[in-house]
């Protein structure tokens, strides 16, 4: 008898909502708020690791770029461990792992041990951050799904924007010198504080899943993990000043085929697979959640690190004035997530569309209005509307997609689909700061002045969002009915 038709069979199991949900909810939001904190908090402190560690700026771009890559690669590994063995092992092992990994880049005498650190650090995030939307489809159903969806949404959102802020205060309160060390050691006491709480109120596995199959697809992860690494690797690089590794980029299309070829055969093998494809043509707005997710990371991530560059060493701003500057972008995000969150379960996909129209129209005022006032006073007035709109509309994408991306996933492939979800954010991410990085540095050489390199840097970001658009307009036309009835999203 098949999975599928084992899952039929299966008695159902207990509807009564978990008493602890809303905290648990809460551990594993503050969880994902450290954990995605340090994908930004190091823009704004490269220049003082340079200073600190006395090296290149090509190398210390590893800090930044390798967290990211190791995120990236076990993403989907980390929730379908999350899945199999229980999210509480894998959330008390990927955090033990984050905190010494944070406590030795925090000590590093060197920036080889730094970036290693990071690696180490990225690797126990994957394993992390997956786990949250695992949770939150395993505890919650129906509106309170949306909801949680909404916060998780919040938590991603304010900690990308947030993150110059806090990496500004760090080096302002703690010096250029060894500033940037603390970005990594507040993550040690916060860390050991969030493991007591795992242990006591994260629940285990169920007694009802203990005949489940553990045996995890270790082919499919290593076919997985080596495409990722295929795609993300060329891609970190260019940052860094390597050209060479973009010919990695022609096995990326080989070794995607090679992994769904082997998830097919272990399908029809009847063993669990690493990720169900199936889910990608049987659960209504999974792909195009993913395509939008993705879209939507590609051209909104940049946009930080360019704006962050820009005031630095465009304008000579220091890295505390830059993160403040950036405060209305998160202040509209924290605002707009949660409520999108309540809202989607009625309105649907047009919220998402809705949502990145107002996000591109704060980014178009800021590309036409910023440059122009580069050296008036009240530029800080011409920074805040725009990213103010923009986060208003930012802060409404990210939780109604994930919320409508996962509404029909079922709890046994939670965590490893919530991890394909944002494996695609990771993507996304990495080719969205190279592109837009790459489009400020050409502009700026050739031009000699900031102003028109940032209006260019954002008018790629929104070519890029105008993609997301259309793949968000695209599943509202062909997924009309895409509002979550109040019994949605729990299938057994």
Same mark, same amino acid.
């Given at each position: 008898?098949?999975?599928?038709?084992?899952?039929?069979?299966?008695?159902?199991?207990?509807?009564?909502?978990?008493?602890?949900?809303?905290?648990?909810?809460?551990?594993?939001?503050?969880?994902?708020?450290?954990?995605?904190?340090?994908?930004?908090?190091?823009?704004?402190?490269? %220049?003082?690791?340079?200073?600190?560690?006395?090296?290149?700026?090509?190398?210390?771009?590893?800090?930044?770029?390798?967290?990211?890559?190791?995120?990236?690669?076990?993403?989907?590994?980390?929730?379908?461990?999350?899945?199999?063995?229980?999210?509480?092992?894998?959330?008390?092992?990927?955090?033990?792992? &984050?905190?010494?990994?944070?406590?030795?880049?925090?000590?590093?005498?060197?920036?080889?041990?730094?970036?290693?650190?990071?690696?180490?650090?990225?690797?126990?995030?994957?394993?992390?951050?997956?786990?949250?939307?695992?949770?939150?489809?395993?505890?919650?159903?129906?509106?309170?799904?949306?909801?949680?969806?909404?916060? &998780?949404?919040?938590?991603?959102?304010?900690?990308?924007?947030?993150?110059?802020?806090?990496?500004?205060?760090?080096?302002?309160?703690?010096?250029?010198?060894?500033?940037?060390?603390?970005?990594?050691?507040?993550?040690?006491?916060?860390?050991?504080?969030?493991?007591?709480?795992?242990?006591?109120?994260?629940?285990?596995?169920?007694?009802?899943?203990?005949?489940?199959?553990?045996?995890?697809?270790?082919?499919?992860?290593?076919?997985?993990?080596?495409?990722?690494?295929?795609?993300?690797? %060329?891609?970190?690089?260019?940052?860094?000043?390597?050209?060479?590794? !973009?010919?990695?980029?022609?096995?990326?299309?080989?070794?995607?085929?090679?992994?769904?070829?082997?998830?097919?055969?272990?399908?029809?093998?009847?063993?669990?697979?690493?990720?169900?494809?199936?889910?990608?043509?049987?659960?209504?707005?999974?792909?195009?959640?993913?395509?939008?997710?993705?879209?939507? &990371?590609?051209?909104?991530?940049?946009?930080?690190?360019?704006?962050?560059?820009?005031?630095?060493?465009?304008?000579?701003?220091?890295? !505390?004035?830059?993160?403040?500057?950036?405060?209305?972008?998160?202040?509209?995000?924290?605002?707009?997530?949660?409520?999108?969150?309540?809202?989607?379960?009625?309105?649907?996909?047009?919220?998402?569309?809705?949502?990145?129209?107002?996000?591109?129209?704060?980014?178009?005022?800021?590309?036409?209005?910023?440059?122009?006032?580069?050296?008036?006073?009240?530029?800080?007035?011409?920074?805040?509307? %725009?990213?103010?709109?923009?986060?208003?509309?930012?802060?409404?994408?990210?939780?109604?997609?994930?919320?409508?991306?996962?509404?029909?996933?079922?709890?046994?492939?939670?965590?490893?689909?919530?991890?394909?979800?944002?494996?695609?954010?990771?993507?996304?991410?990495?080719?969205?700061?190279?592109? !837009?990085?790459?489009?400020?540095?050409?502009?700026?050489?050739?031009?000699?002045?900031?102003?028109?390199?940032?209006?260019?840097? !954002?008018?790629?970001?929104?070519? =890029? =969002?105008?993609?997301?658009?259309?793949?968000?307009?695209?599943?509202?036309?062909?997924?009309?009915?895409?509002?979550?009835?109040?019994?949605?999203?729990?299938?057994?």
């Amino acid at each position: 008898m098949s999975q599928e038709t084992e899952e039929r069979a299966a008695p159902p199991r207990d509807e009564t909502p978990d008493p602890r949900r809303w905290r648990v909810l809460g551990v594993t939001l503050v969880v994902g708020f450290m954990v995605l904190l340090d994908v930004t908090i190091v823009n704004v402190a490269i %220049p003082s690791m340079r200073t600190g560690l006395d090296t290149s700026a090509g190398t210390i771009q590893w800090v930044v770029s390798g967290y990211a890559l190791a995120l990236g690669l076990v993403l989907v590994s980390g929730g379908r461990l999350g899945d199999t063995y229980g999210r509480r092992r894998m959330m008390l092992v990927g955090l033990t792992g &984050f905190v010494l990994a944070s406590a030795a880049a925090g000590l590093a005498p060197h920036v080889v041990v730094l970036i290693l650190a990071r690696l180490v650090q990225g690797f126990a995030a994957g394993l992390l951050t997956p786990q949250s939307s695992g949770l939150i489809q395993t505890l919650f159903s129906g509106r309170e799904r949306g909801i949680a969806f909404g916060l &998780f949404g919040f938590t991603v959102s304010v900690s990308s924007a947030i993150g110059p802020i806090l990496g500004g205060l760090l080096i302002a309160a703690f010096g250029e010198q060894n500033g940037w060390r603390w970005i990594f050691l507040v993550n040690v006491p916060i860390g050991a504080v969030l493991l007591v709480a795992i242990a006591r109120l994260v629940p285990g596995r169920a007694d009802a899943d203990a005949a489940a199959d553990r045996q995890l697809d270790l082919g499919g992860a290593a076919l997985l993990g080596a495409t990722v690494l295929a795609l993300l690797y %060329p891609i970190v690089s260019i940052e860094t000043g390597q050209r060479l590794s !973009l010919l990695l980029l022609v096995l990326v299309p080989v070794l995607a085929v090679a992994f769904v070829r082997w998830e097919r055969r272990v399908v029809a093998a009847d063993r669990a697979p690493l990720l169900d494809l199936g889910l990608l043509r049987t659960a209504p707005g999974y792909a195009s959640g993913i395509l939008i997710g993705g879209l939507y &990371f590609t051209g909104f991530t940049g946009i930080f690190l360019v704006l962050s560059v820009y005031l630095q060493d465009g304008l000579g701003y220091t890295p !505390l004035r830059a993160g403040l500057l950036l405060t209305p972008f998160a202040v509209g995000s924290a605002v707009a997530s949660p409520v999108a969150g309540r809202l989607v379960s009625r309105v649907g996909r047009p919220l998402t569309v809705g949502a990145l129209v107002v996000m591109m129209a704060g980014l178009v005022a800021l590309a036409t209005l910023a440059p122009g006032a580069e050296r008036s006073d009240r530029l800080w007035l011409v920074l805040a509307l %725009p990213l103010l709109v923009a986060g208003l509309g930012g802060g409404a994408v990210v939780s109604p997609n994930i919320t409508l991306s996962l509404a029909d996933i079922p709890p046994r492939m939670g965590g490893a689909a919530g991890g394909a979800l944002q494996t695609s954010q990771r993507i996304g991410s990495a080719i969205g700061a190279a592109v !837009l990085m790459t489009t400020y540095q050409v502009v700026a050489s050739h031009s000699g002045a900031p102003g028109p390199a940032l209006r260019w840097a !954002l008018g790629a970001s929104l070519v =890029l =969002l105008l993609g997301a658009l259309a793949a968000a307009v695209w599943s509202w036309r062909s997924e009309p009915d895409s509002r979550l009835s109040p019994g949605a999203s729990d299938p057994a």
